[in-house]
Each structure stands twice: as C-alpha cells, then as structure tokens.
C-alpha cells in the first residue's frame, strides 16, 4: 500500500476535490480525523505520506507528530492549515514535520511530495555510485545554495521555504559566520519577488548620520555636501527586498524611523518634506539576542517584535555533524574549478580534524580554509597540513626542493638523520674529496658530498636528500650552516 497510498488526518470537504486526480493516477486515499484512528491505520498499512490538518477539534498535528518518534519507519508528515503562524510552524518542524503549508491545498504541491514510479526515479536520478557527494537545496536558476542533511539546518529551511512567497518580515539569527546572508538571498531568490532588486546595507559600517541618509536618501542642501537629491537603500529596493545586516547595531533615534518603515511603508528623505511610499521586503540578521539588548534598554521592543515575525535561528557549524565534510566538498569543488585544479579528495587525518575542530568562524571560517586548502594541495590528496593551522610552518612540496609532492619524507623534530659518509661514498662510484689517500675530518667530507650530490641532481634538493640518506629539512640545515660560515653553496 506505501507505495501508492495517502493518509489524510483532515475533514472530508479539505480533500474530496482531489479524488478524481487521486483515482486517475491509481493513488489510494485513507481519510480519519482523530489521533487514535491516524494510528490506528498507519500500524496497519503505511502510507508514503501522511497529510495533516494542524487541528480539528480536540485533535492537533503536533501530537501526531510527537508520536513519530516512538515507531521506526513512521511515514513523512505534511501538516497544512488556514491560519498558520510562524510559532506553530516552528513546533511543527522541530517535532519534524516534513514541511509546513498554507492553504489551500493544491495538486501540484501533493504531487511534488508524491514518491515516484521506480522506473521513473531510475531515469531521474543517476545510479547511487555516480550521485554527487554534496547535494544542495538550490533555487532553479538562481545559484544561491544552502548545503546540509542535517535536521537543524533541514527545519530552518524548510521553514524559509514555507515563507519565502510572503511579505513577512524575516529575522535571520545566528553566530557570525553561519551564513545568514546566504539565506536572506535564498529567501529573495525564492520569493515572488526574485525579480526585483536585492538591496543589502551593513548598519555597524556607517555613523548614525550617514546610516540614515543611506536607508531613506536625502534631498539637495540637506547637509553639507549634499549637492544633489540621493535615493536612499530602501527606495532602490522597492518592488524587491532589502537587507538589514547586523540590525543589533542601528541606533536607537533611527530605530523609530525604521519602526515606521515596516508599519506604514513610507518614510521621509533627510531634509525632505513629501513622504516616500516605498513596497519593499524587510529581511534583518543579527550575531547578538536582541532579548538581551531590549532588555539593556539598547533596542526597542516594538521594533523587535515588528522585525521577529518569523524567527530563523542558524544552528553553529559545530552542531552540524557529518554537515562538516559536505560542506568541506562542496567549496573544495567550488575553488578547484575556479584554480583550473583536478579533483581532490580528503586524507583521513584531515577528514578527522574536519570533524573534531571547534568551528569558532562556522561555515565562513570552513570556506577559507577551503581555498587555502586547495591551493596548497596541488594534485592531492588534501592533508591536515594544507590547512596551514596556527603554530604550524609551511614546507613547500611544489618549489624546486621538492619537484614531486609527498616525496618528502622529512624528519619532523628538526633533527635530521646522521649524516653516512661511507654510504654517500658508494653512491658516488668511489669519488672522494680532494686529497684522496689522506685523512679526511668527516665535516670535509660530508660538506664535499652535500655539494657533490646537488651538483649531480642540478639542485634538485629532493634527490639530492634522497642520494645522499637523509631528510630534505637535515638538507637545509645543512646548507644554512655552510653559508653562515662563508662557504659558498648552491
């Protein structure tokens, strides 16, 4: 029955218009309105999806959904109701609902979440082997990407999803670094008004003064040096949306004027006396609780809840899990196309590190060490060393010392390895330093086959080390100390 069977937990007149759709793509429907006979009826035969109203009576999703984590293989469930609201909406998701729509139904939302036929998923999808490692949830067209599989970060966007159409203002929170720009672009990208312009301001980059001729513009001798009328950020933005960055930082006298924004869509220009009507989106993010700022008396409460209307709270990179190595590949991929680089791979030793680090900078500290990482690669693999962490030095495998990456195989501590003069000996068919037939001290010695062993490689450090038995790093100190005392050496 899975495969070609819906629940609804919903009154009969919700979904009696879809029956004849239903019958024709050979769907069998189960209709129940209570939490006992949703059950019931799924421990008897389990449907591919189950559809609920968020309340009939005494009877709410939530519960049904509460229960989902009582009994493996639960099917997905769709709550939808007529009066959503963005608290109920997040309960939903957190519990884990699949998704969480608005009204009315229509046919082609049910059929977007219908399984389909094998044979049609085969043509859809590549074999399992030749799927791609990273899968992000991109808008069509668009390229704003949101990378991750894991339920924090699924609920947070199943919740922009469901309110991107809306002109509701969004508060985007979360630690610096967590990609709260990316979503409010994913948010305008998926919305009716992707069309329109996207308009995004720093408000901790500018003073109070230039910040507001910024929002609202300002006309001609409004102050010194406004030669000419200025449209401000929120008139560009207009018939689009708008993008308060780091909000926590407005001052409290443009707060008021910013309140008025959002409640009446008009403002005045600095220095003007017509007022601007404006229809603009409303998108804020901030790294700091605003809860704690209106309560220091910092941030106005109005405008808070005005802005709170629908919360999306960014989860920290370090909570995110297997996300980590996902999201590692996906800008691995991104900067080795844009270096013109082949494909990399993970060592085990990074791969671990990967998982086991803090995060501290979260997804923006990820793609920086990324880049870095891909440079310094080459051809691969990418080790925990190409990440170049604090209190580490650098050893060049591409430069002339090392012609081949990973031929190294130098002595970590510094030390080196003793010099075997009467192994260099052999190497070189019997040559000796000048003199030969004489006691030669063994610093002579060493110093005439170091040079002897570069002259026969043309300077190539790495088969000079490797003629001669030591590491490339005993190879430099080598040298260093040679040139310290006035020798000359390659």
Same mark, same amino acid.
């Not at 949703?38 to 559809?51: D, E, G, N």
């Not at 305008?188 to 109070?208: K, M, Q, W, Y």
């Given at each position: 029955?899975?495969?070609?069977?819906?629940?609804?937990?919903?009154?009969?007149?919700?979904?009696?218009?879809?029956?004849?759709?239903?019958?024709?793509?050979?769907?069998?429907?189960?209709?129940?309105?209570?939490?006992?006979? $949703?059950?019931?009826?799924?421990?008897?035969?389990?449907?591919?999806?189950?559809?609920?109203?968020?309340?009939?009576?005494?009877?709410?999703?939530?519960?049904?959904?509460?229960?989902?984590?009582?009994?493996?293989?639960?099917?997905?469930?769709?709550?939808?109701?007529?009066?959503?609201?963005?608290?109920?909406?997040?309960?939903?998701?957190?519990?884990?609902?699949?998704?969480?729509?608005?009204?009315?139904?229509?046919?082609?939302?049910?059929?977007?979440?219908?399984?389909?036929?094998?044979?049609?998923?085969?043509?859809?999808?590549?074999?399992?082997?030749?799927?791609?490692?990273?899968?992000?949830?991109?808008?069509?067209?668009?390229?704003?990407?949101?990378?991750?599989?894991?339920?924090?970060?699924?609920?947070?966007?199943?919740?922009?999803?469901?309110?991107?159409?809306?002109?509701?203002?969004?508060?985007?929170?979360?630690?610096?670094?967590?990609?709260?720009?990316?979503?409010?672009?994913?948010?305008?990208?998926?919305?009716?008004?992707?069309? *329109?312009?996207?308009?995004?301001?720093?408000?901790?980059?500018?003073?109070?003064?230039?910040?507001?001729?910024?929002?609202?513009?300002?006309?001609?001798?409004?102050?010194?040096?406004?030669?000419?009328?200025?449209? *401000?950020?929120?008139?560009?933005?207009?018939?689009?949306?708008?993008?308060?960055?780091?909000?926590?930082?407005?001052?409290? *006298?443009?707060?008021?004027?910013?309140?008025?924004?959002?409640?009446?869509?008009?403002?005045?220009?600095?220095?003007?006396?017509?007022?601007?009507?404006?229809?603009?989106?409303?998108?804020?993010?901030?790294?700091?609780?605003?809860?704690?700022?209106?309560?220091?008396?910092?941030?106005?409460?109005?405008?808070?809840?005005?802005?709170?209307?629908?919360?999306?709270?960014?989860?920290?990179?370090?909570?995110?899990?297997?996300?980590?190595?996902?999201?590692?590949?996906?800008?691995?991929?991104?900067?080795?196309? $844009?270096?013109?680089?082949?494909?990399?791979?993970?060592?085990?030793?990074?791969?671990?590190?990967?998982?086991?680090?803090?995060?501290?900078?979260?997804?923006?500290?990820?793609?920086?060490?990324?880049?870095?990482?891909?440079?310094?690669?080459?051809?691969?693999?990418?080790?925990? $060393?190409?990440?170049?962490?604090? *209190?580490?030095?650098?050893?060049?495998?591409?430069?002339?010392?090392?012609?081949?990456?990973?031929?190294?195989?130098?002595?970590?501590?510094?030390?080196?390895?003793?010099?075997?003069?009467?192994?260099?000996?052999?190497?070189?068919?019997?040559?000796?330093?000048?003199?030969?037939?004489?006691?030669?001290?063994?610093?002579?010695?060493?110093?005439?086959?170091?040079?002897?062993?570069?002259?026969?490689?043309?300077?190539?450090?790495?088969?000079?080390?490797?003629?001669?038995?030591?590491?490339?790093?005993?190879?430099?100190?080598?040298?260093?100390?040679?040139?310290?005392?006035?020798?000359?050496?390659?």
């Amino acid at each position: 029955m899975a495969e070609k069977a819906l629940l609804f937990v919903a009154p009969a007149q919700a979904v009696t218009p879809f029956f004849p759709l239903f019958k024709e793509a050979g769907i069998t429907v189960g209709m129940v309105d209570s939490l006992p006979a $949703a059950l019931a009826a799924i421990r008897k035969s389990p449907p591919a999806v189950v559809f609920s109203q968020a309340k009939i009576g005494i009877y709410t999703a939530e519960a049904l959904l509460a229960e989902t984590h009582k009994e493996p293989g639960f099917p997905p469930v769709i709550v939808f109701t007529d009066r959503g609201t963005a608290a109920e909406a997040a309960r939903c998701l957190e519990l884990g609902a699949r998704d969480y729509w608005l009204e009315p139904l229509t046919w082609e939302k049910i059929q977007a979440v219908l399984p389909r036929e094998p044979a049609a998923a085969a043509a859809a999808s590549p074999a399992p082997a030749a799927a791609p490692a990273v899968a992000p949830s991109d808008v069509a067209g668009k390229g704003f990407a949101i990378v991750g599989e894991h339920p924090l970060i699924l609920r947070v966007l199943a919740l922009a999803r469901q309110v991107a159409k809306s002109k509701a203002t969004v508060l985007i929170s979360g630690e610096s670094g967590t990609g709260k720009e990316m979503f409010a672009r994913y948010l305008h990208a998926s919305s009716d008004r992707a069309d *329109g312009p996207f308009v995004a301001i720093n408000c901790a980059a500018l003073p109070e003064h230039l910040l507001e001729s910024e929002l609202f513009g300002h006309e001609k001798g409004a102050f010194t040096g406004a030669i000419a009328r200025k449209l *401000g950020k929120f008139e560009l933005a207009s018939g689009g949306s708008i993008l308060l960055d780091e909000i926590s930082e407005m001052d409290l *006298g443009l707060q008021a004027k910013l309140l008025r924004v959002l409640q009446e869509s008009e403002f005045d220009r600095v220095g003007g006396t017509e007022t601007v009507h404006v229809d603009v989106r409303v998108l804020a993010t901030t790294n700091r609780r605003l809860e704690d700022a209106v309560a220091e008396g910092r941030f106005r409460q109005d405008l808070y809840y005005r802005l709170n209307v629908i919360p999306l709270k960014l989860p920290a990179l370090r909570d995110r899990g297997e996300d980590v190595p996902r999201l590692a590949l996906f800008f691995v991929e991104k900067f080795r196309k $844009a270096y013109n680089l082949p494909r990399l791979a993970f060592s085990a030793d990074a791969r671990e590190w990967l998982l086991a680090h803090d995060w501290p900078g979260n997804v923006r500290e990820l793609q920086n060490l990324m880049e870095r990482a891909v440079l310094l690669a080459g051809a691969g693999p990418i080790r925990k $060393a190409h990440f170049l962490l604090d *209190g580490e030095d650098w050893q060049d495998e591409a430069g002339p010392d090392a012609e081949a990456a990973g031929a190294e195989a130098e002595d970590d501590t510094g030390e080196g390895e003793a010099f075997d003069a009467v192994a260099a000996a052999r190497l070189f068919d019997g040559e000796v330093a000048a003199g030969a037939g004489e006691v030669v001290p063994l610093e002579v010695m060493e110093r005439h086959m170091i040079i002897k062993s570069l002259d026969r490689t043309e300077g190539n450090r790495t088969q000079a080390a490797q003629l001669l038995g030591i590491s490339v790093r005993t190879l430099r100190n080598k040298l260093n100390e040679y040139r310290k005392l006035g020798i000359d050496v390659p």
